[in-house]
Nanobody
Framework: QVQLVESGGGLVQAGGSLRLSCAAS????????MGWFRRAPGKEREFVAA????????FYADSKKGRFTISRDNAKNTVYLEMNSLKPDDTAAYYC??????????????????WGQGTQVTVSS
């Protein structure tokens, strides 16, 4: 089993920044990639970004490129999501996820095997 714990969410004004963290523990040795998704009130969960665990290749939803940056620290088994120039539309619960599958579409939530509990990000106008 794998456990994922997100942190770093909170309330921020529009234009501000936040860095989310996702710490993985347990049987992570077969992990291939980790991703971030978000769900805004009344909306479906959407892909934000993903990163491969070994090579560090990154993948972004088109709308998130430039403002969001995903990174990882293998030694800490932790993935980060740096979010800049935040907008009220970025308000959502943010979830990290982990997959053991390679050569797949990391933008699909069904790709992922494990999910964290989520951390709330609220951007005020």
């Amino acid at each position: 089993q794998v456990q994922l714990v997100e942190s770093g969410g909170g309330l921020v004004q529009a234009g501000g920044s936040l860095r989310l963290s996702c710490a993985a523990s347990g049987r992570t040795f077969s992990s291939v990639a980790m991703g971030w998704f978000r769900r805004a009130p009344g909306k479906e969960r959407e892909f934000v970004a993903a990163i491969s665990w070994r090579g560090g290749s990154t993948f972004y939803a088109d709308s998130k490129k430039g403002r969001f940056t995903i990174s990882r620290d293998n030694a800490k088994n932790t993935v980060y999501l740096e979010m800049n120039s935040l907008k009220p539309d970025d308000t959502a619960a943010y979830y990290c996820a982990l997959t053991n599958r390679a050569h797949t579409d990391y933008g699909l939530d069904k790709t992922y095997d494990y999910w964290g509990q989520g951390t709330q990000v609220t951007v005020s106008s």
